[in-house]
Every structure is written in C-alpha cells, then in structure tokens.
T-cell receptor, first 115, second 117 residues
Framework: VTLLEQNPRWRLVPRGQAVNLRCILKNSQYPWMSWYQQDLQKQLQWLFTLRSPGDKEVKSLPGADYLATRVTDTELRLQVANMSQGRTLYCTC????????????FGPGTRLLVL | GDSVTQTEGPVTVSESESLIINCTYSATSIAYPNLFWYVRYPGEGLQLLLKVITAGQKGSSRGFEATYNKETTSFHLQKASVQESDSAVYYCALGDLPGTGSNRLTFGKGTKFSLIP
C-alpha cells in the first residue's frame, strides 16, 4: 500500500502570508507525485504532477498562487501564496498505486484558513 | 476539457434504505477514461471506493456498485442498504492517461451523504 504523509494538517494563514506544505511518500515504486486543491464547496482539481527531484512548476488560479517543487524522490512541496482573505482551501497530494498505476492514492490533506 | 457532473448534495436517506448518486462524464482527452468513485470521511483523506477501467464492466466494494456505461457516459453509484458508517462525501472522477502514473483525475463536485436521524 502506498502511504503518504502531509504536514501541516491545518493552518491559519494571516492575510498576505505564504504557507509551505509538505508531502512525504512512504512506499511506492512509481515516481510521480501530484497536488490537488479544493476551495470550500467547489471542485477538487488537479494542480501539478512532478516526477523528478528538482522539477518545479508554478500556477496562478483565482484566489491563490502555487509553486510546486519535487525536492527528493520521496518529498513534494507546495507553496501557496496570495490567498484571498476569508478563504478555506484544502490541498492534498497523491501518488499512483496498484497494478498498472491506474489508481491515485491520496494523502490526508491540509486545510488552510486565511484570516 | 474533461468534466464530471454528479448529484448535488446533501443527500439524506434513512438507514437500510437504498442510495443512488448519479455521475455523468464528458471526456475530450481520451475516448475511454478510467472511472473512479472516491470517498472522504470526516477528518480523513480521499479513499478509493471502487474503479472500473473497462466500458461495460461493473465495479463493487463495501456494498457499493457502479457500472461503466459508455453509451450514456454514466457511472452511477448505488448501495442497496445504507448504514451510519456510509455517511461521507462521495466523489466521481475520471482518469485521463490510463496505464501511466502521471494520469490526472478530473473530479465532480462531491456529494455529501448522511443518514436521516
């Protein structure tokens, strides 16, 4: 079974401050790791998939800016910045598992509340 | 792009009654995507409930079942008799690159289900 740990599990974020999230892969034979985000009451949506240490990608969506970094074979990071005030955001990482790599296994997620 | 539409919640049902959550999809990136149902219990991460990768097949798990219908582009989730432990948010999803670990999932908005007290 592929295991993913995330920290922090939740965070109050002062307006204007960025927050750094970590995702640690415990056991997988496949290299890809991904981030997904969900606004409260809205759709869970894919953000990034990174394969190799050193890979980085940025993305701006309504309400926040994102920077993902594949730090090592087992660690993926996400920096979330410029979040809109009063927003609640849920971020989760995933990695493939199972025969054929067809299934994404998800971490426990991080909930962010912007003050 | 790809999209998934599912029953808008919340959905409430009495214990031992049946539950149906509808899901329809539109896949522009791939003709036959993999289809999934995920579930999120309070305070926990997304868990795979069931998946079907072949059109026409049925998947089942924990008393839930869903059939991949390519004619109607649907993947409705059903359970004949629900229990308190089924209270959760259910997500229908499609995967765009079968057979690769880099496949991205497109999710529906989720359907919150709880028992009528």
């Amino acid at each position: 079974v592929t295991l993913l740990e995330q920290n922090p599990r939740w965070r109050l974020v002062p307006r204007g401050q960025a927050v750094n999230l970590r995702c640690i892969l415990k056991n997988s034979q496949y290299p890809w790791m991904s981030w997904y985000q969900q606004d409260l009451q809205k759709q869970l949506q894919w953000l990034f998939t990174l394969r190799s240490p050193g890979d980085k990608e940025v993305k701006s969506l309504p309400g926040a800016d994102y920077l993902a970094t594949r730090v090592t074979d087992t660690e993926l990071r996400l920096q979330v910045a410029n979040m809109s005030q009063g927003r609640t955001l849920y971020c989760t990482c995933s990695a493939p598992t199972g025969k054929g790599q067809d299934t994404q296994y998800f971490g426990p997620g991080t909930r962010l509340l912007v003050l | 792009g790809d999209s998934v539409t599912q029953t808008e919640g919340p959905v409430t049902v009495s214990e031992s009654e049946s539950l149906i959550i509808n899901c329809t999809y539109s896949a522009t990136s791939i003709a036959y995507p993999n289809l999934f149902w995920y579930v999120r219990y309070p305070g926990e991460g997304l868990q795979l409930l069931l998946k079907v990768i072949t059109a026409g097949q049925k998947g089942s798990s924990r008393g839930f079942e869903a059939t991949y219908n390519k004619e109607t582009t649907s993947f409705h989730l059903q359970k004949a008799s629900v229990q308190e432990s089924d209270s959760a948010v259910y997500y229908c999803a499609l995967g765009d690159l079968p057979g690769t670990g880099s496949n991205r999932l497109t999710f529906g908005k989720g359907t919150k289900f709880s028992l009528i007290p």
